[in-house]
């Protein structure tokens, strides 16, 4: 079967509901027939329900069809509903047949499935079929001849009453879908910017981090181009100011590449101990002149994660600013379970005072003058937040600073 427009699904439902309508119009016509004594003409009735039944059969084979159904296709069912309504009140006693209310019932369904145009067609049409059958019907025999005048004038009662719920319900749910349609429609709006401030934060934070990162190569090759001369310019420096240049290559060339996937954020599929080892690899090639005492445990076989981009940068950036406070070496002890993994980065600096630490993590707020730029730990913030997780900065009871990085995998599994 093809997928269901939103007239296909309703038109379906449309269909369960008149086979229930079916079910209980032979039940009130056969225990108003036995056991109430009301002389109804069964065998019209019966056409009129049989002739409902094979046009339900119909519909549901219909469904089956690749053709979408339409609203003027939805609708043209409704009216057929208020015709065959129409019909079996015109033998059944007319506007004194008590079950006349059920008029409502395709006029409430137009109002919810179709737009306010057919509502108000339904409601023109249904007042139409009421109102006619105030003058013309044909009585139930001795169905009421033991009323009085008054009875007269509680059908006109109940006349008047359809009028004003009809014109009420076509109203008010007019201007109920109208204001639904206007929320759906702002709704998807709101959820197509998200997916571009996404895609921008996700590419600025990529842009902004590699920028940071960027400064220990370029910091290099500056050190080096002033000590060089071409007395002093050996085979070592040279080999190292190259290895410096084709860093600076990939880290742009990551860039570039990042800024032409649909998401840049994405990455590829790997065990969370694989992906730590590959970040402390990727940094030590950064900042050869600090060790790191890498601790990694966690749950075997490790969880798959996606080895996502922005994700490495934040872990690199925090990994940076621990060098900068403790350039001799710094400590990195990573914990993981089936749904959240824990980094906990500490230097031996000198910790974290009280203003620094209030103040750590807002965007351009550095300690390091002129050298730093305050912005790895807020785009560290910014990465880590924007999956879900958390990163506080604190003072080690052992000395130095530890930033702890909790971040839940749900994200970024493999399966999500």
């Known amino acids: 079967m093809a997928a269901l427009s939103p007239a296909g699904i309703n038109l379906q439902r449309l269909i369960a509901l008149r086979a229930i309508v079916l079910l209980g119009g032979v039940a009130a016509a056969w225990t108003a027939r036995a056991y109430l004594d009301v002389q109804l003409p069964l065998p019209l009735l019966y056409a009129v329900l049989m002739t409902l039944l094979a046009i339900d059969v119909l519909s549901w084979w219909r469904l089956r069809w690749r053709a ?74 001795g169905a009421h001849a033991g009323h009085r005048d008054e009875f007269a004038l509680h059908v006109v009662g109940m006349w ?24 759906d429609r702002l709704r998807a709006q709101m959820r197509e910017q998200q997916l571009k401030h996404e895609r921008v934060l996700a590419l600025g934070t990529l842009a902004a981090g590699a920028a940071h990162e960027l400064g220990t190569p370029l910091s290099t090759m500056a050190v080096l181009a002033q000590d060089l001369s071409p007395r002093t ?25 990042a800024a032409g996937e649909m998401r840049p954020e994405s990455g590829r599929a790997l065990p969370v101990d694989e992906y730590l080892a590959e970040i402390v690899s990727r940094w030590r090639g950064l900042r050869p002149g600090t060790a790191i005492r890498h601790d990694a445990a966690g749950v075997r076989p490790a969880p798959r994660i996606l080895a ?11 990994l940076n600013n621990a060098a900068d406070a403790s350039p001799q070496s710094i400590e990195l002890q990573a914990r993981w379970s089936d749904t959240v993994l824990t980094l906990e980065v500490r230097d031996h600096g000198a910790g974290l005072s009280p203003a620094v630490e209030s103040r750590v993590g807002e965007p351009f707020f550095t300690t390091k003058g002129a050298e730093g730029m305050g912005l790895g730990l807020f785009l560290a913030h910014a990465a880590i937040e924007r999956l879900g997780g958390s990163v506080r900065l604190y003072n080690h009871a052992d000395g130095g600073a530890c930033c702890c990085l909790t971040l839940p995998l749900t994200a970024l599994s493999v399966a999500a």
């Open 68 to 141: 979408r159904v339409t609203d003027v296709e939805l609708f043209a069912h409704l009216v057929i509903d208020v015709v065959a309504l129409t019909v079996v009140f015109f033998y059944t006693g007319g506007s004194a047949n008590p079950f006349t209310p059920l008029y409502l019932l395709p006029l409430t369904l137009t109002a919810a499935a179709l737009p306010g145009l057919y509502t108000w067609s339904m409601a023109a049409l249904t007042v139409a079929c009421y109102s006619m059958l105030f003058f013309h019907y044909v009585p139930l025999p």
């Open 160 to 183: 008047l009453g359809f009028i004003m719920s009809a014109g009420l319900i076509a109203y008010f749910a007019v201007k109920m879908a109208h204001t639904l349609r206007e929320r």
């Open 233 to 257: 310019a050996t085979r070592a420096k040279l080999d190292t100011l190259r290895e410096q240049i084709e860093r600076c290559k990939g880290i742009l060339s990551g860039i570039s590449a």
């Open 308 to 318: 996502e981009q922005t994700l490495s940068q934040a872990v690199l950036n925090i």
